[in-house]
Every structure is written in C-alpha cells, then in structure tokens.
C-alpha cells in the first residue's frame, strides 16, 4: 500500500507540474522591447518573421538566426522573412545549432563577440521556457527578455491529440533540462524574465 501511495503522490506532483507548466507559458508582451540583441531559435516561419520585424523596428542592434537550413543563404532568409535595410547590415546566420544546446551554445558565442548585454529571445511559447533555462546556465550574467510566438495554434491543444503530445513531450524535456544545466553547467543561473 506504502508503494501505491509513493505512485499516486508522484503522480499528482507530475500532472500538477504539468499543468502549471502550461498555464505558466509566456505570453508575448503587449508593449516594445528593446536589448542588445536579438535571437531567434529556427523552427517556425513566425519565429523568423517576427524577429526579423524586430530588427527592423529597431528593437536590438543584431539579430542572429541560429539553427538555420545549411542551405539557406542570406538573402534567401531576408526574402522569406520579409528583412529589409537592417537585415542586410544586421542580421547573423548560425547554421551549427541542432537543437536547444546547440542554439544556446551558439548565441553564447555570438553575445560574446559582440559584448551584449541582453537578449530578446524569440521561440514558441511551449519551448520557452526550456530555452530560457539553458541560455541563462551559459551567460549567467546576460538578461534574457523572452518573445514567444506560435501561441494561438496552441490553444486548444486539449482538443488535438499532436499538440498534447508535442507539449507533454516538451514538458519532459523542460524537467530534464534541470538535470542537464545542474550538472553541465554547474548550476549557474542567469538573469532572465518574461517581457510580458
């Protein structure tokens, strides 16, 4: 009986967490943003676009894309996200990340060069909260302002049994992302928030 309890006490903390994960999900903020930099983690069509409107608004000094198709160029980005004047001086194509370590390891390198600050990370609003955790682990002193897109054709996800999975899926990998920065990282916590 002790172990039946031990499940069901798991169990509970298990969906409790999950629902508070999903009605923590960041929303996109209702006002300008401004930093330093912008990073934008590929994956959508909305997250390139709305980062690129970023720039072009003046929201950051650079922007990087990070992840981008090895085949992509430059110019066939700024044509696809609909870039302009600043896309041409401003705008940085990582094409090494393959996921969100990878995207992580690959804006840490790209703040570095070029000594900012803080970032305006935009990615969906399910993988935000992940990505926020392991941006600050490496640049524990950058403030991270997080810009999530792809919200609407999430809710109702009770309703479509791929986005439950897709966001149960993410949910997973949120909680072992603790694991992984504690120990690759050595537990460091970076300043971030959500520009809401």
């Known amino acids: 009986m002790k172990l039946l309890h031990v499940i069901a006490v798991i169990l509970v903390l298990y969906i409790g967490g999950f629902v508070l994960f999903l009605a923590t999900l960041p929303v996109t903020p209702a006002g300008p943003v401004n930093a330093d930099g912008i990073v934008a983690l590929t994956g959508g069509d909305e997250r390139l676009d709305k980062a690129v409107a970023l720039l072009e608004q003046g929201a950051a000094k650079r922007l990087l894309i990070s992840g981008a198709n090895k085949t992509a160029s430059h110019a066939e980005l700024k044509k696809l996200s609909n870039g302009g004047r600043r896309f041409d001086c401003c705008a940085d194509i990582g094409y090494d990340a393959e996921d969100t370590n990878g995207n992580a390891e690959e804006a840490a390198a790209w703040t570095a060069q070029h000594q900012f600050h803080s970032l305006i990370v935009v990615t969906a609003a399910y993988h935000m909260p992940r990505s926020l ?31 439950f999975e897709l966001l149960h899926f993410e949910y997973l990998k949120y909680l072992a992302s603790f694991v992984m920065t504690l120990f690759d990282h050595g537990g460091n916590k970076g300043k971030s928030h959500h520009a809401n």
């Open 133 to 163: 955790r392991v941006f600050s682990s490496l640049m524990p002193h950058v403030t991270l302002i997080a810009y999530p897109v792809e919200i609407e054709s999430f809710s109702t996800w009770w309703t479509h049994p791929r986005k």
